[in-house]
């Protein structure tokens, strides 16, 4: 587990889910593409998009699932 995966639990486990979503989603887009996300959780691209969104609410599920990816 990296620092920034760190980060994103921290934030999760402290109600702060909007931190949370926002770092998720600067790291897709830094390091691999929101594509090359799809394709290592099953999740469609748009679907990563629209869950991380401000107004996002993506089930627990699939919040670890991208952030065991990152």
Known sequence: MN???V???DY????QE???????RK?????MGFEEMSKLTGIPSKSIHRMLSYHGN???HN????ARNL
């Not at 999760?12 to 109600?15: A, K, N, S, T, Y």
């Open 7 to 9: 980060d994103i639990f």
């Open 58 to 60: 993506p089930t627990t």
């Open 3 to 5: 620092a920034n995966q």
């Open 27 to 31: 790291l897709i887009k830094e390091n």
């Open 18 to 24: 909007k931190k949370a979503k926002d770092m998720m």
């Open 63 to 66: 919040l670890f699932l991208i």
């Open 12 to 15: 999760l486990l402290m109600g």
